[in-house]
């Protein structure tokens, strides 16, 4: 396992600097220093640099004179970290209808998400879901939980202020445990609701619910949904998912029971796996299952497990 390369959207090059957010003049200077960058963000969608047909993918980072230069309209920056000196922020320019002819073509694209993840290099997919994260946690929390006033944005993205009360929110993370469930030479792979009808079978996965430990939360979802006991859990690895902004707790769980009962829910089928089919499958021949993308931790967990 040590030698596994880091999941996706993990590994963040950058320095988050966390110390000195809360330095308004700090930040203040670091934007106005030549050589920052800014990665423009329509509708939490990263811009990318050249052809959106291009086979190569990089993050469209550009400094001030690029935003002059494709007429970038104001919007909210959140500090992403330092690169070296050089500090890195985001900007969301979903204000413009619609980017993708004008300025902004002779540069780049915009893209979803998880279509750039998929041909980004490992650091820069980890730079764009910080950015998208972040952006997503403050499209939601714009109004005091307490009394239901204006939140104003402070520490460069990762405190908003409530203007009447002076309730504080910070940015969340959603716990979230997705777990291969192993029983000898077999694992359980589910068809999810949402992929009803298709070929589409993964890890089980549900949120972590207050008060409750890792292992607990996946002897629940793994009998909620499917009705098998389960004795020992493993864990895997992390990876931060922001979609929209969890944290993706993988683990390994070994079953003491077989009969699957699914609940019809969330879950629409489910079926047990060899190691040895799911080794045909990793190898490129086709199946009556497709496995996950190769950018979630499930595909990872899978493939884990089936290598041993």
């Known amino acids: 396992m040590s030698s596994r390369p880091p999941l996706p959207y993990t590994a963040n090059p950058l320095d988050r600097a966390s110390e000195r957010r809360g330095d308004a003049a700090w930040l203040a200077a670091k934007r106005q220093a030549p050589g920052t960058l800014i990665l423009p963000m329509w509708r939490m969608q990263p811009f990318l640099l050249g052809a959106a047909s291009a086979s190569h993918k990089e993050l469209g980072f550009v400094d001030s004179a690029g935003l002059a230069a ?131 079978y993964s890890a089980l996965a549900g949120f972590i619910e207050p008060g409750e430990a890792i292992e607990d939360a996946v002897r629940r979802e793994v009998a909620e949904e499917v009705g098998i006991r389960i004795g020992q859990v493993r864990f895997f690895a992390a990876q931060p998912w922001p979609y929209p902004y969890s944290l993706m707790l ?48 499930a595909f990872h967990l899978i493939r884990g497990w089936a290598e041993v």
């Open 70 to 200: 494709v007429r970038a309209p104001e919007g909210q920056e959140i500090f992403l970290g330092l690169d070296g000196e050089k500090a890195v922020f985001a900007r969301d320019v979903s204000i413009l209808s619609d980017p993708a002819g004008g300025a902004w073509a002779e540069f780049g694209h915009f893209s979803e998400a998880r279509a750039a993840a998929a041909a980004l290099p490992l650091p820069e997919i980890a730079i764009m879901g910080q950015a998208k994260a972040l952006f997503e946690w403050h499209a939601r929390h714009g109004f005091c939980p307490n009394c239901g006033a204006p939140t104003i944005v402070h520490d460069g993205g990762y405190r908003r202020l409530c203007q009447s009360c002076e309730t504080e929110q910070f940015p969340r993370t959603d716990p979230v445990v997705i777990m291969l469930v192993t029983r000898g030479e077999y694992c359980l792979l589910a068809n999810n609701k949402r992929f009803a009808g298709t070929r589409n």
């Open 250 to 297: 993988g683990c390994y769980a070994e079953a003491e029971s077989e009969e699957i009962t699914v609940d019809g829910t969330e879950i629409v089928a489910a079926r047990w796996v060899s190691k040895t089919d799911l080794r045909k499958i990793l190898a490129g021949e086709k199946s009556g299952i497709e496995l996950p993308r190769t950018q979630a931790i």
